[in-house]
């Protein structure tokens, strides 16, 4: 497996924290992301499942780099949930900065490296003669 693919591997499991914290500890997910904010019970398993299905994400992709389709659903996840949390902080005022500094390593990381490989795995897939 190539480097990207286990740094997706970490972070789909990361990930896997916060699916827990918005099925089974609301209170741990509101302290970790949403500090400024009022949140539910429907809130909190409504950003379990989407924190889940950007999990899966990054799991299929880790095993299939060359899939073009996959690897841009996998890479707008990205860019989605970073822009999300950005609007959150900056319009909303419900997260603090910290915790917008702790999504902004892991997507901006994920978002660069992705961006850098674009095409770095197709190429390594096409036979020379």
């Not at 990930?15 to 914290?21: E, G």
């Not at 990205?78 to 390593?105: C, D, P, R, S, W």
């Not at 961006?115 to 197709?122: D, G, I, T, Y």
Request: proline share 2%; hydrophobic share 55%.
């Amino acid at each position: 497996m190539k480097a990207l693919g286990w740094w997706l591997m970490l972070v789909g499991t990361l990930r896997l924290a916060s699916v827990w914290f918005g099925f089974f500890d609301i209170w741990a997910l509101r302290l970790a992301v949403f500090s400024k904010s009022p949140m539910t019970e429907v809130h909190g398993r409504t950003f379990g499942v989407w924190t889940l299905l950007t999990c899966t994400l990054c799991y299929l992709c880790a095993f299939n780099l060359d899939n073009k389709p996959l690897y841009l659903a996998t890479f707008l996840s990205f860019i989605y949930a970073f822009g999300h949390f950005l609007t959150e902080f900056l319009i909303y005022k419900t997260m603090a900065i910290q915790n917008l500094t702790t999504v902004g390593i892991f997507a901006g990381t994920s978002i660069i490296w992705m961006l850098l490989q674009w095409n770095a795995h197709l190429r390594s897939n096409i036979k020379h003669d």
